[in-house]
């Protein structure tokens, strides 16, 4: 039973998907294809940096980053901006998929069938997380096959496949938050403002943290800044720190949604 609501989620969910997986990809492309005319007006990381205002590169970095190499290019102009629209897509799938039955009065239909609270949750959880990871799998794909396409001097494909990871894990992130979200608050009117402010906080704890040396600490509370593209450029890798914060907030946050969805007073 838990299968045939898992392929239903699936096919209930896949319009929505196409449109985003269409959309983001077609976002990075106008973005990279500015790639070549910018490296040609700005041979040097110097001159590429003055195309930019002082508080873009303190907000975002720019400064740690080559932007005349097509790596640091994307990690610098387009990387956060998917970041941050895969996160409004994924929160907010992950923030309805399981409320919307208490929202449209189907849980007490669901229920009396052979299956589990549990499975009900797992069933929609893993719909999530396959949206969540063919998603990352669609844009790096049509990164990689962009930077194929405007590269000049060659890119280090490891950097990429480092960055890619990194967005992998914000959207999960994300993911269960809104999971858990959907756990507590079930009308849609009320959960799409919520878990888009959610993203949103973030993003701009983010720049707070970019802003000021004196608010380093405030990297933790986002999520956005344990990828962030320069510190990833920079070292090559995401710090270990990071990924501990991720499994820790991925694993919390499924396990308290399964505990609490099958405690919970269900109205039907």
Known sequence: MSGVLFRNELRRHRRGFLI???????????????????????RDAQAALEQFSPTEIELFGLDSLRLTEIVD?????????LLLLGSVYVIML????????EDDKTVEFLLVK????????????AAVVVYTVALNLVLFLAVWGMFAA????????????VLSVGSLLVHLAFV?????????????RTVYPISISLVLLAYFLLIV???????????????FAYVDAADIVRNGAISAVYLA????????????????????DLSA
């Open 20 to 42: 985003w997986a269409a959309v983001l990809p077609l976002l990075s492309l106008f973005r990279m294809a500015e790639y070549p005319t910018f490296y040609r007006e700005n």
């Open 73 to 81: 290019y994307y990690g610098g102009r387009i990387y956060s901006l």
């Open 94 to 101: 992950a923030a309805t998929i399981l409320a919307k039955e």
């Open 114 to 125: 052979p299956v589990t609270r549990s499975s009900v949750v797992t069933a929609k959880l």
């Open 150 to 161: 405007f590269e000049q001097e060659g890119y280090d494909l490891g950097t990429l496949a």
């Open 176 to 188: 269960v938050v809104g999971f858990l979200l959907s756990v507590y608050v079930v009308r849609a």
């Open 209 to 223: 943290a970019n802003s000021s040396e004196n608010a380093g600490w405030v990297r933790y509370l986002s999520f």
């Open 245 to 264: 914060l991720f499994a820790s907030v991925i694993a919390a946050g499924t396990v308290l949604s399964y505990l609490t969805y099958n405690r919970k």
